[in-house]
């Protein structure tokens, strides 16, 4: 892969402007056609505008071909097709591509594809910042946090889309942005009902066609929305264990003091899929002298035998003032051997988009940043310095 550059990119467009009309993107076909019906327009249309805006990526309804001009008018008075904007998007030299993205009130949130050989995995969030403030992670210490709307997750993966061109949806095998992780910033099952309504608008198969294989929703452990999961999208799982002992996760993941780890398992376990092929993921961040010694990894293998795990090891992303350091490499192979050896895949995720702050618990630092270099272009351009 060739370097590009690694400073923000662009500014695409302008904030947006004071607009009253109602944005379409986000609505269940169920609420498209009440919609529609409420101005008096026909209910097959919702079909029609559906298969325009998630197959073909349609941006405004002078696209419509198929719908009559007259009613493509009266549409563009009444709704819009709206994306959060891109503020900037970086490349890294490995390829992940990231996109700050500003919401209608000013917040912003990122969104990463990470591109490997035979697949791209679009690092999808669910919230601004998040209330859960995990010790190692950047995201929890922002200050800010509200829930994103179903139209504004699934507008992070339209933004992908629309930035590889991928549009009308390709086939299953073909596919750039072939895969979606809920791993961005936030806490997705504090916000589940968004969540739920933007998955099941990205899997509908007259739309952006994604298969529920292709999704993973990923937990810090939020024990009672877990079954919800299996229940209302069958989606794969992936929970944010990281500990092996209460004393440990307590202070790496404070929602541990509300459900600890036996109640977390015990969920894990009742998990439906996890009883038939779909192994759940568990993450495991690598902290030096914290969660990596030989007696964690054998004691990882002991908690997670009775279900069907697989354990992703994830090197830890340092951000600036972080109080933890990575494990050494020769640390996170043994352990990395030792939950082999105990029969369990434990591949260790290799970093992506580390020179960008978009891999794994940078992505606040990122959008500080970037506000921060705005100011001081500001101030450069007002002559200030
Ligand atoms: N809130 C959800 C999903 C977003 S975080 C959750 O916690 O599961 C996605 C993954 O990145 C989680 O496993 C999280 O623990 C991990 N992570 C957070 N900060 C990290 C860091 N600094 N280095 C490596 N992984 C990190
Ligand atoms: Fe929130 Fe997940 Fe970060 Fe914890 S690791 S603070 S739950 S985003």
Redesign the pocket.
């Known amino acids: 892969m060739s370097v590009l550059p690694t400073e923000p990119l662009q500014i695409v467009e302008p904030l947006r402007r004071n607009d009253t009309r109602r944005n379409l993107v986000g609505l269940s076909r169920a609420e498209l056609k009440a919609l529609l019906a409420e101005h008096g327009l026909e209910a097959f249309r919702a079909g029609q505008i559906w298969h325009w805006i998630y197959w073909h990526g349609a941006r405004d309804f002078t696209a419509m071909s198929t719908i009559a001009r007259k009613t493509r008018e009266r549409l563009e008075e009444l709704f819009v097709i709206d994306r959060p904007q891109i503020a900037t998007e970086q490349r890294s030299s490995d390829g992940t591509r990231k996109w700050l993205l500003r919401l209608v009130d000013g917040n912003e949130v990122e969104c990463v594809n990470i591109p490997e050989e035979d697949r791209g995995s679009v690092c999808v969030s669910s919230q601004v910042g998040?209330t859960?403030t995990?010790s190692?992670?950047?995201t929890g210490t922002q200050p800010l946090v509200r829930n994103l709307s179903a139209a504004e997750i699934v507008g992070q993966f339209m933004v992908a889309r629309d930035s590889y061109g991928e549009w009308p949806t390709p086939t299953e095998t073909t596919r750039m942005l072939s895969n979606i992780v809920?791993?961005?910033m936030?806490?997705?099952l504090y916000n589940f009902d968004n969540v739920a309504a933007a998955l099941k608008i990205v899997m509908d198969d007259q739309g952006i066609a994604l298969s529920r294989r292709r999704i993973t929703l990923?937990?810090?452990g939020v024990v009672p929305m877990i079954p919800k999961v299996a229940q209302e999208l069958d989606v794969n799982l992936?929970v944010?264990l990281?500990a092996v002992s209460d004393e440990v996760r307590d202070l790496l993941v404070p929602l541990n003091r509300k459900w600890p780890i036996a109640e977390l398992l015990k969920a894990c376990r009742e998990f439906p899929s996890a009883k038939n092929s779909r192994r759940i993921t568990f993450?495991y961040?690598m902290l030096k002298g914290v969660n990596d010694s030989d007696a964690d990894a054998r004691e990882l293998v002991r908690l997670l035998k009775p279900i069907h795990a697989k354990v992703n090891l994830?090197p830890?992303?340092p951000?600036p003032g972080a109080p933890y350091e990575c494990s050494s490499n020769n640390r996170i192979h043994r352990f990395a051997e030792i939950v082999n050896d105990g029969g369990l895949s434990a591949p260790v995720r290799t970093p992506r988009g580390r020179d960008i702050l978009a891999a794994?618990?940078?992505l606040k630092s990122a959008s500080e940043r970037d506000r921060k270099t705005k100011v001081r272009d500001l101030e450069v351009q007002a002559g200030a310095r």
Do not use: D, R, Y
């Open positions: 998040c859960l995990c190692f992670c950047h809920m791993m961005g936030g806490e997705p990923s937990t810090s992936a944010s990281h993450e961040v994830i830890f992303n951000w794994c618990g940078q």
